[in-house]
């Protein structure tokens, strides 16, 4: 975790592992609305979500 002082005086922390799981979390749940709107199936909504950012990525090239 790394302290940081910004420009108007305030201090704060980073901790990069709560950022990575952030955006993992992120990643899923984007997946599973994409997933669900698109089959309408909450089975594949799962197995999307599981496959995160992947599903995104081919998501996006495919349509």
């Known amino acids: 975790?790394?302290?940081?002082?910004?420009?108007?005086?305030?201090?704060?922390?980073?901790?990069?592992?709560s950022a990575a799981k952030a955006g993992i979390s992120f990643g899923s749940a984007l997946a599973m609305v994409i997933s669900y709107?698109?089959?309408?199936?909450?089975?594949w909504a799962i197995f999307h979500g599981l496959l995160s950012w992947v599903y995104?990525?081919?998501?996006?090239?495919?349509?």
């Open 37 to 43: 709107t698109t089959w309408r199936s909450v089975g």
């Open 56 to 63: 995104v990525v081919y998501f996006i090239l495919r349509y």
């Open 1 to 17: 975790m790394r302290e940081n002082e910004f420009e108007d005086g305030r201090r704060g922390s980073f901790n990069a592992g």
